[in-house]
């Protein structure tokens, strides 16, 4: 079993930056890919930005340019640094990873979420 911890979430005013943290622990081989998806009040779950074991990347189209997504593969920790956030960056946003366990068995799993806040 794998889990994830979010950290990094909080208040933050227009314009501002942020950097979300997530980290994952437990029978890990392999995690082939990691991202961020936002949850907004009202609204479903969307990809925020994508990171492959080769450090490609895809962002939406609404963070292109203001989002960076990074990873730490020794540490099995993916990054998300946020900057020139807007108010309609307010969600909860969840960290994914899918790969293989130590004892060959694929995983597709979530973190519990972190609350963004953006104020205008």
């Known amino acids: 079993q794998v889990q994830l911890v979010e950290s990094g979430g909080g208040l933050v005013q227009a314009g501002g930056s942020l950097r979300l943290s997530c980290a994952a622990s437990?029978?890990?081989?392999?995690?082939?890919?990691m991202g961020w998806y936002r949850q907004a009040p009202g609204k479903q779950r969307e990809l925020v930005a994508a990171i492959a074991s080769g450090d490609s990347t895809n962002y939406a189209d609404s963070v292109k340019g203001r989002f960076t997504i990074s990873r730490d593969n020794a540490k099995n920790t993916v990054y998300l640094q946020m900057n020139s956030l807007k108010p309609e960056d307010t969600a909860v946003y969840y960290c994914?990873?899918?790969?293989?366990?130590?004892?060959?068995?694929?995983?597709?799993?979530w973190g519990q979420g972190t609350q963004v806040t953006v104020s205008s």
């Open positions: 994914n990873a899918v790969g293989l366990s130590n004892i060959g068995k694929s995983f597709n799993s």
């Open positions: 437990g029978s890990i081989f392999v995690i082939n890919n």
